[in-house]
């Protein structure tokens, strides 16, 4: 039972040890990358434990439930955490190879602890107020990592970051306090039941408050906007993490959200929203000219996939979601972390500066093409499983907007993820860096960094686990979403805890 | 009571968006306060009437109290919102030690799709060489330098 709780505390207290540890970069490192490799451990056992005993629930401090926090794991959240821990652990390991934890005061990797537990304490949590305490937690976290430079440009676009999500925050602390006004309770089990006795209007009104706020986090249409403006001028590793995890934890609380509260009248906004996103985010990669600006752009354009799956709202559609974003997290960090293995070594990551790296770095251009291939749909990549279960709900559930808006965004992605290919990995650059004008001067392959490149192979070769697993993953996931449709199970663990 | 504790979390809800909207990254600070504290008063307010006694008497059980629950929620609201208020103005300031300036600077995006749409409808006007010139805010040097026509 306790499993539940310790992908959150192991990341907190060594957190605080590796904050005390400043002086010994070598103490620290170990401390951290340990207690992320543990918490990924025990997120593994706690996987396999829901997967054979069912939902656990823990309430935590001897408090009945609806009083004391509770803390669930379903086959869904049990199934992000493990995505997501993996990804933290090789960022991790990516960040230490390139030395970006070495700089004073170290406190790079101490907050960066306190965000795995925050992402953690986001899949987990049963309670909505403890939701918002678990943003917080991950949310300072993010923004110290994305200022922690504190260069102009940082804290330029930092600024904007973090008002959006202090904004968001609040609205988020005001709803909560509107749901425990209306129903007299913020435990999500006792919130389904209790949510129902409500008139429509009211459950109208707090619902789609609820996801107007989650939908900020997740960066869907039309609050997209701060997501390509404030990723890019982070530390690489922090890009990637960033990428990967934080809009997804506002997707997974979309999708937690919309099994708590019935919404059916409000689906039409979930469909207009998705179909707009997926567009509007692929059409903004198309006119960008900074590789990391384009993969920022198509984050926007893959949440609205997720969201797609959550929209079609059957559970078929819900298996498409969850599916989409396990193999979405793992692919997109590995996009980001390529991008920063081509940064490191010419120096840019602009377009037009880039040129011919198929011949002058082969393993790049080897390791940027799998989840390239991937992210487009292209099979047999898990994007390809992901986009073929979220668009045969599509057509199943007969939501053909969704459908055809999905179908021009992947043609889309396509072409942008072809631009990034010409630009960077065929031709020549126009006006090549020193360092790209050194290695063709030379004929010699540009110099390759061993623990970044062999973390970001890694993270690779793990993106290539959910197609070759592809009929457990998506059995997984199709008991994950009938268990988000019927929230019975869920309420009677949390009875129990 | 509750009405007028309804009315005063609206006027703190406007007064914030008002300050928000501004362009001086103080004000946006103040803003954000005042929204935090909105909805700090909100959470008390939806906890019931005020005036009950806080704790369970010794032949009570517990109906006559206050809930308990919200005093819990804004307090760790407020501590939140205390830590999230510091760390702004340490960015605020930062800014302004970088800056010389307290104002929001304009999002480059935004200025060159506006250049854009000056320049396709003929009335691009050159950039007035005193005016302070966006592009030099880009940390690296593979920024755009001029407007792509």
């Known amino acids: 039972m306790t499993l539940v709780v310790l992908p959150v505390i192991i990341p907190l207290v060594a957190a605080g040890v590796a904050l005390v540890s400043q002086q010994s970069l070598l103490t620290q490192r170990v401390v951290a990358l340990g207690a992320n490799a543990g918490a990924l451990g025990t997120a593994i056992a706690l996987l396999a434990q829901v997967e054979s005993d069912g939902i656990q629930a823990q309430t935590i401090g001897g408090w009945p439930a609806g009083v004391g926090i509770t803390m669930v794991a379903d086959l869904a959240s049990a199934m992000f955490l493990v995505v997501s821990m993996v990804v933290l652990v090789i960022v991790q390991w990516f960040a230490v190879g390139q030395g970006v934890d070495a700089t004073h005061p170290r406190i790079g990797q101490p907050v960066y602890l306190v965000l795995s537990a925050g992402v953690a304490m986001s899949f987990l949590t049963g309670d909505l107020f403890n939701l918002f305490v678990a943003f917080e937690v991950m949310l300072i976290a993010s923004y110290v990592l994305l200022t922690l430079g504190a260069g102009a440009a940082q804290i330029r676009t930092g600024m904007t970051y973090v008002v959006i999500n202090i904004l968001a925050s609040t609205l988020l602390l005001t709803t909560v306090g509107l749901i425990y006004g209306a129903t007299g309770t913020v435990n999500m089990a006792e919130l389904v039941t209790r949510f129902t006795e409500l008139p429509d209007d009211t459950q109208l009104a707090l619902g789609v408050l609820l996801l107007a706020v989650f939908a900020i986090k997740a960066a869907l249409f039309p609050f997209f906007f701060w997501l390509p403006d404030s990723y890019p001028t982070a530390p690489v590793a922090v890009t990637a993490v960033f990428a990967g995890l934080l809009t997804k934890v506002g997707v997974y609380t979309m999708i937690r959200a919309t099994t708590i509260l019935d919404l059916d009248e409000a689906k039409w906004v979930l469909v207009m929203a998705a179909s707009v996103t997926m567009v509007v985010g692929v059409v903004g990669a198309i006119v960008q000219s900074d590789m990391k600006r384009i993969l920022s752009f198509h984050i926007i354009s893959q949440v609205g996939y997720m969201i797609m799956g959550l929209a079609i709202g059957t559970v078929a559609g819900l298996t498409g979601a969850v599916l989409y974003v396990v193999h979405h997290i793992p692919v997109k960090t590995a996009l980001f972390l390529v991008g920063g293995l081509i940064e490191r070594a010419t120096g840019t990551a602009a377009l037009h500066r880039l040129g011919g790296l198929v011949r002058r770095a082969p393993i790049f251009a080897a390791l940027f093409a799998i989840p390239a291939l991937s992210l487009a749909g292209i099979p047999p990549f898990s994007g390809f499983l992901a986009k073929l279960a979220v668009i045969a709900a599509g057509l199943e559930a007969e939501e053909y907007i969704l459908v055809a808006a999905s179908l021009i965004a992947s043609l889309l992605t396509i072409f942008s993820m072809s631009k990034i290919w010409a630009g960077v990995f065929w031709g020549t650059a126009d006006d090549p860096t020193p360092a790209m004008a050194a290695a063709d001067e030379n004929d010699v392959k540009l110099p390759v960094d061993r623990v970044t490149t062999a973390a970001t192979a890694v993270l690779v070769a793990a993106t290539l686990v959910v197609p070759v697993f592809g009929g457990t993953v998506y059995d997984l996931a199709e008991r994950a979403a009938l268990d988000l449709l019927d929230p019975t199970n869920y309420i009677e663990a949390v009875a129990g805890s | ?149």
């Open chain 2, 1 to 149: 009571m509750t009405v007028a504790l309804a009315m005063l979390v609206a006027w703190l809800f406007a007064t914030g968006t008002y300050l928000l909207l501004q362009r001086a990254l103080t004000r946006i600070v103040l803003g954000l306060g005042l929204l935090a504290h909105g909805s700090i008063l909100l959470l008390i307010t939806v906890g019931g009437r005020a005036g009950d006694p806080p704790l369970v008497g010794k032949d009570d059980d517990g109906a006559g109290i206050a809930a308990p629950l919200p005093q819990a929620f804004a307090l760790t609201a407020i501590v939140i919102g205390f830590g999230m208020t510091a760390f702004l103005l340490a960015l605020a300031y930062r800014s302004w030690v970088g800056t010389n300036d307290d104002e929001v600077q304009d999002d480059l995006e935004d200025r060159r799709v506006a250049r854009q749409v000056a320049d396709d409808e003929g009335h691009f006007r050159e950039p007035d060489p005193d005016e302070d010139e966006p592009w030099d805010e880009w940390d690296d040097d593979d920024a755009p330098t001029e407007v792509p026509k």
